[in-house]
C-alpha cells in the first residue's frame, strides 16, 4: 500500500510560534519527500524537500526532520507568520515510478497575527 | 515563462456529458501528470506520461483518458461526466528527478 498518512488535519498557531505538521508513510521504496505548500484557488508549489540519506534539512525558516527507521517525516516552521497560512502536503515518490507523488491529505495551517 | 497552462479555470457539466482538460508546459518536461484533489483527501494520480507517445494509468483513471501527441501538450479527457468526478483537477510537469511544477487548476462541477 504506497500511503503516505498525514496529522494534524488543521493546525491554529499565534504568530511568531513553531508549527509541526507529521507525516508517516509505509512503502520503503519511497526516496524522495518534498512537501508542498498550497494557497486557496493557487496550485501547489513545492518548498522543500528532503531524500532519506540525511536525517534534516533546513531551508530559512522551514525544516524537515526525517527518521529513517519510524517512516516518519515532519515540517517545522519556525517564527510562523500570517502569511504562512496556507494548506501543507507532505508527499512522497520513489525511482522508476515517473517520479508519481503519493500525497498526503494536507494540513490547513492558520496562523493567527 | 508561462509554466504550466491549464484551461479552463472552472467547468459546470452536465451528468452524461463529455469534456477535455486542457493542459500544455513551456519548460521541455518530459514528464507529465494528471492529479484530482478532493477536499480532505489530498491529491490522488490519473494518468501519467513519461513522453510523447506514452501514458499510462494512475491510482484513479477509471472514467478519464488521454493523450500525448506533443513534449508540451497532455489533455485529459472526461467521457459521461459523473457527479462522482466533480472534483479540482491539477496538471503538472517534472524534468527526470526534479522537482514537479503544477499548473493553477480547473474546478469541475458535474450536476
Known amino acids: 500500500q504506497q500511503q503516505v498518512k498525514q496529522s494534524p488535519q488543521s493546525l491554529i498557531v499565534q504568530k511568531g510560534g513553531i508549527s509541526i505538521i507529521n507525516c508517516a508513510y509505509e512503502?520503503?521504496?519511497?526516496?524522495?519527500f518534498p512537501w508542498y505548500q498550497q494557497f486557496p484557488g493557487k496550485g501547489p508549489a513545492l518548498l522543500i524537500a528532503?531524500?532519506?540519506?540525511?536525517s534534516e534539512k533546513k531551508e530559512g525558516r522551514f525544516t524537515i526532520s526525517f527518521n529513517k527507521s519510524a517512516k516518519q517525516f515532519s515540517l517545522h516552521i519556525m517564527d510562523s507568520q500570517p502569511g504562512d497560512s496556507a494548506t501543507y502536503f507532505c508527499a512522497a515518490s520513489m525511482k522508476g515510478s515517473a517520479r508519481q507523488l503519493t500525497f498526503g491529505s494536507g494540513t490547513q495551517l492558520t496562523v493567527l497575527p | 515563462n508561462a509554466g504550466v497552462t491549464q484551461t479552463p479555470k472552472f467547468r459546470i457539466l452536465k451528468i452524461g456529458q463529455s469534456m477535455t482538460l486542457q493542459c500544455a508546459q513551456d519548460?521541455?518536461?518530459?514528464?507529465m501528470y494528471w492529479y484530482r484533489q478532493d477536499p480532505g483527501m489530498g491529491l490522488k494520480l490519473i494518468y501519467y506520461?513519461?513522453?510523447?507517445?506514452?501514458?499510462d494509468k494512475g491510482e484513479v483513471p477509471n472514467g478519464y483518458n488521454v493523450s500525448r501527441s506533443t513534449t508540451e501538450d497532455f489533455p485529459l479527457r472526461l467521457e459521461l461526466a459523473a457527479p462522482s468526478q466533480t472534483s479540482v483537477y491539477f496538471c503538472?510537469?517534472?524534468?527526470?528527478?526534479?522537482?514537479?511544477?503544477f499548473g493553477q487548476g480547473t474546478r469541475l462541477t458535474v450536476v
Open positions: 528532503i531524500r532519506p540519506d540525511v
Open positions: 519548460m521541455n518536461h518530459n514528464y
Open positions: 512503502n520503503t521504496a519511497f526516496d524522495y
Open positions: 506520461s513519461v513522453g510523447a507517445g506514452i501514458t
Open positions: 503538472a510537469s517534472s524534468y527526470l528527478n526534479t522537482e514537479a511544477f
